[in-house]
């Protein structure tokens, strides 16, 4: 017996489900839509019953200026009726918009830097910023006006069939003419549209790493060429986009005229049927005023057809990221122990990135506890920083338990544990923002005292009293106006505001002149005091200061005990110092 595949809903099925979370907002705008058509009927009415009694049964101004009072307010309630509808609309999408920032963002957090390495931020920043934005049309207009477009031209029918059956008929039968050619011409439009948004998203991604690299691309006169190149990916786009709407353009002149012919051959009628007698002026006029709303509605649908196109070929970009896979997370999360002093142990832990690549960490067992500093070095491509990785939960082994005093890592919140872990990199990313808001990173509520203790400690003080505003200085995007020694001791700040009893770092003295490095490494000799700490090493110095030197190769230990032992051992280790290889 075959099993069937469970079947993956289309972007168009998943943009539809969002619906459900502003329900009774999109009902509210339906609601108020349908109300407005309503009104619009009863205008109709009133505006043809007026016109018959004064040029058909000859009425006095007098006569007629009860019914004449009613259009007034009539056309008031209309007006406030279809903008509150747009508004509730606009608010239900904007909602949506806003859900679907904050669940790509919370997915891009739970991925980790290990899932999102090969991401383009370029192309991130695209789907996260145009890519939702795309989806407005889809539920402030389009899906709105799908349920007005089913409730409106009916109702007006029901109005006009007591007037004249013969229009109603015509109505009828001319009406869906124009869904089936929205729907006809439209369907070539959903390929061009995933093509533009592609462009797009491409387009994004490569300028924003040239803008990034501008200075490189300068220093190797290649900034023309990439000028050339972006002009290129922009011209695609430019293409793209020009297709989309010449579908657009063609599809409105179509309803357009199908409309116009449609309402031309009633009113053609009309004349012909009201010069033989064969009906009454008030019914006719009825008819020819109801005539263009009756397919407004249709014609309109098929512009918001356009912006259901332009949400499905972003929608599926988003949904695919908002699909990112995460580490899963304990169901319910287990305390996390006493955490003072530290002991961690790797039992045993295997990873791998992808169910058929080699493992990035086989079998390895190791251990850590409060006041040790211990060195990870190894071959690149040995699996320290995917170690290092498992330790910060971005991701769960696939074999093994990564243990914290006795209790099972992957049972723990990955959040309550990284508020205990704190991490230095080689290249620290400074925020655009003050002096403070920087280092205030390690510790959101820190007051100024707090603050400029923990910029002491990372010998950051003398820096940051020389700065203009102190503390209040705003330092530029990535660090700019602070060498990279200062950059580094800001990091530090960061971990000494933390205070977290377990430290990973990798390598934060690499390229630094003497006089920096010894800064740093003095503060992390300072930091490391009692504290546990993981170093990622590539340079002998980091060495010197750790305790025990872990050597992987290829996914394992090694070998591991004191740098001196480890040099006269003859292994991996000593033939690596001996090559100037990494330590
Ligand atoms: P190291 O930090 O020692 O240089 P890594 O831990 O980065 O080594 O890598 C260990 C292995 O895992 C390497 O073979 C590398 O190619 C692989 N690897 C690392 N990151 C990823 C990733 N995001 N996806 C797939 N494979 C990866």
Known sequence: MSTKAPEIPSPEQRLNLLKNRVKPTLALAVGLGIA??????????????????????????????????????????????SWASERVAF?????????????????LLDAGPLRLKGDRAGEVATVIVDGVEALEGYYSRYLPHLAVMAMVPLSILAAVVPADWISAGIMLFTAPFIPFFTILIGRGAERLNQRQWQSLARLGGYFLDRVNGLATLRM??????????????????RLATMSVLYVAFLSALVLEFFATVSVALMA??????????????????????????????????????????EAIGAAERIFSMLDTPVAPRPLAPCPLPAITPLRICFEDVSFRYTPDSAPAIDGVTLSLTS???????????????????????FALPEQGRVMVNGVDLAQCDPDQWRRLVAWVPQRPHIFHGTMRDNIRLGRRDAADPDILRAAGLARCEEFIARLP???????????????????????????????????????????????????VRESLNELARGRAVLSIAHRLATLE????????????????????ELKGAGGLFARMAAAGEGP
Do not use: W
Not at 56 to 62: F, I, K, M
Not at 92 to 97: G, V
């Open 36 to 81: 407005g058509g309503f009104v619009l009927i009863a205008q109709a009415l009133i505006v043809a019953g007026l016109v018959h009694r004064v040029m058909v049964n000859g009425a006095g101004y007098r006569e007629v200026l009860p019914q004449l009072l009613r259009l007034p307010p009539l056309m008031l309630v209309r007006a406030a009726l």
């Open 91 to 107: 608010a239900a999408s904007a909602l949506i918009r806003q859900e679907v920032r904050n669940d790509l963002f919370q997915r």
């Open 220 to 237: 190797f006169n290649a900034s023309r060429r990439e000028a050339g190149m972006i002009a290129r990916i922009s011209d695609d786009y």
């Open 268 to 309: 053609v009628i009309i004349g012909f049927r009201l010069l033989k007698g064969g009906m009454a002026f008030q019914d006719g006029f009825t008819v020819l005023l109801l005539a263009p709303e009756f397919y407004l509605p249709l014609r309109l649908m098929g512009n918001y057809y356009h912006a259901r196109m």
């Open 371 to 393: 006041g040790e500093r211990v060195a990870l070095v190894g071959p690149s491509g040995a699996g320290k920083s995917t170690l290092a990785a498992l330790l910060l939960c």
């Open 469 to 519: 505003q102190g503390l209040d200085t705003v330092i530029g995007e990535q660090g700019a106006g602070l060498s990279g020694g200062q950059a580094r001791r800001i990091a530090l700040a960061r971990v000494f505001l933390k205070d977290s009893p377990l430290i990973i770092t990798d390598e934060p003295t690499a390229g630094l002149d003497a006089r920096s490095e010894a800064m």
């Open 545 to 564: 200061d750790a305790d025990r030197v872990v050597v992987m190769n290829e996914g394992r230990i090694v070998e591991q005990g004191g740098y001196e």
